[in-house]
Nanobody, 115 residues
């Protein structure tokens, strides 16, 4: 079955950095589009960044220039490098993919940015 497992969240001061990882199984990772979403308390889940199989990327306006999404197909892993973090980046970060007409989510990893 499809499984997405995130890691790398934590507590960081504003201006700091974190790197999230998501390891996928049960899919042909090298052809899959992978994405990171986040959800702050009381807010809807929002797209942060997406990477397609060719390596093309897109980002939400709020993270452009600060976050970088990348992938390592040899390890079925997608990364989110987050720099210059702001308190507004606080939330649960989820890995997501669509596979065979279904949407799959990881369990999420908490990111807390202190001001």
């Amino acid at each position: 079955q499809v499984r997405l497992v995130e890691s790398g969240g934590g507590l960081v001061q504003a201006g700091g950095s974190l790197r999230l990882s998501c390891r996928a199984s049960g899919i042909n990772f090298k052809i899959a589009t992978m994405a990171w979403y986040r959800q702050a308390p009381g807010n809807q889940r929002e797209l942060v960044a997406r990477i397609v199989s060719s390596g093309g990327t897109n980002y939400s306006d709020s993270v452009t220039g600060r976050f970088t999404i990348s992938r390592n197909n040899a390890y079925n892993t997608v990364f989110l490098q987050m720099t210059n973090l702001e308190p507004e980046d606080t939330g649960v970060y989820f890995c997501q993919t669509n596979w065979k007409s279904r949407t799959f989510w990881g369990q999420g990893t908490q990111v807390t940015v202190l001001s």
